[in-house]
Nanobody
Framework: VQLQASGGGLVQPGGSLRLSCAASGRTFSSYAVGWFRQAPGKERDIVAATTRSGGYTYYPDSVKGRFTMSRNNAENTVYLQMNSLEPEDTAVYYC?????????????????WGQGTLVTVSS
């Protein structure tokens, strides 16, 4: 599966953005999906991950209550709604996918990656 992330940009603290990840290729509903982010000089960290059906989604404490991941398998798209953004959320955001029945929290468990979209939170 090929992934294309979009929707990044510049937003003020407290603002919102919605990222999209469009998938093409094989049956998207067979793939678990994750969103990750990487700030300059830092590791690539998970921000959300969901099962292939979207029935369960994991969020780390750093974004819980502010970020919401959803997916539309009919449209081969996943979304990341980000609210109450903080300067610390500034990073390149990546979507990733892999076939499997679980939810996967480690970047090392994903085999398909999008190109990344930059989110900058600044006044």
């Amino acid at each position: 599966v090929q992934l294309q992330a979009s929707g990044g940009g510049l937003v003020q603290p407290g603002g919102s953005l919605r990222l999209s990840c469009a998938a093409s290729g094989r049956t998207f509903s067979s793939y678990a999906v994750g969103w990750f982010r990487q700030a300059p000089g830092k590791e690539r960290d998970i921000v959300a991950a969901t099962t292939r059906s979207g029935g369960y989604t994991y969020y780390p404490d750093s974004v819980k209550g502010r970020f919401t991941m959803s997916r539309n398998n009919a449209e081969n798209t996943v979304y990341l709604q980000m609210n109450s953004l903080e300067p610390e959320d500034t990073a390149v955001y990546y979507c990733a996918a892999r076939e499997g029945v679980s939810v996967y929290r480690s970047k090392n468990e994903y085999f398909n990656w999008g190109q990344g979209t930059l989110v900058t939170v600044s006044s």
